[in-house]
Every structure is written in C-alpha cells, then in structure tokens.
Nanobody, 117 residues
Framework: QVQLVESGGGLVQAGESLRLSCAAS????????MYWFRQAPGKEREFVAS????????YVGDSVKGRFTISRDNAKNTVYLQLNSLKPEDTAVYYC??????????WGQGTQVTVSS
C-alpha cells in the first residue's frame, strides 16, 4: 500500500511560481512511475507530467511545456512539480498518481493551485 500526499499549492499571481510536492509512504516508491494531473472546475482531468521510476525520462503536457518541470527524489520518496510562469488557466486541483502497470495504482487527495490575473 502506498499513500500519496500532495502539498505546496496556493494562491499566486500570474507570472509567479510554485513548487508542488507529493510525498509517498511505503518502501516501494522507486518501483512506480509518477504522474501529475490537474482538474479545473467543469473540465476533464488533464495530464500534466510524468517521470519514470529512475527519473531518467520525463514527459510534459503540451499546455505546460516549457513552464513546468517534474522531478523526483527516491531517497525522500517524493516527486515534485515546479510550476513557473503561471497563468490563470493553470488554476486547478493538482493530483499526483503512482503507476506500475497499465493502471494508476494510487492517487493523492490533491492540492489547489489558484492563479489570479
């Protein structure tokens, strides 16, 4: 069993930055690829970024490419999402998820990011 807890969200102005963290419990964190998704009110959940188990490869969604960066520290059982040059349209609840196979095995509770114009 893995529990994921996101933190770092908040209210910022457009152009500012935030760093989200997702802390995982358990000893098998490094066996999971990690993902960040977001969901804005009235919209479908959107893929934001992912990182492989070792951190060798990362993928970022087109809407955030060049502004957001995903990283992980397996020694700390934590995955990060650096959000730069934030825009009002980035406002959403951000979730992290852990995946080993075809399905997403675990999800966090989410952290709210609100960007004012």
């Amino acid at each position: 069993q893995v529990q994921l807890v996101e933190s770092g969200g908040g209210l910022v102005q457009a152009g500012e930055s935030l760093r989200l963290s997702c802390a995982a419990s358990g000893r098998s964190f490094s066996s999971y690829a990690m993902y960040w998704f977001r969901q804005a009110p009235g919209k479908e959940r959107e893929f934001v970024a992912s990182i492989t188990r070792t951190g060798d490869y990362t993928y970022v969604g087109d809407s955030v490419k060049g502004r957001f960066t995903i990283s992980r520290d397996n020694a700390k059982n934590t995955v990060y999402l650096q959000l730069n040059s934030l825009k009002p349209e980035d406002t959403a609840v951000y979730y992290c998820a852990a995946r080993q196979g075809h399905n997403y095995d675990y999800w966090g509770q989410g952290t709210q990011v609100t960007v004012s114009s």
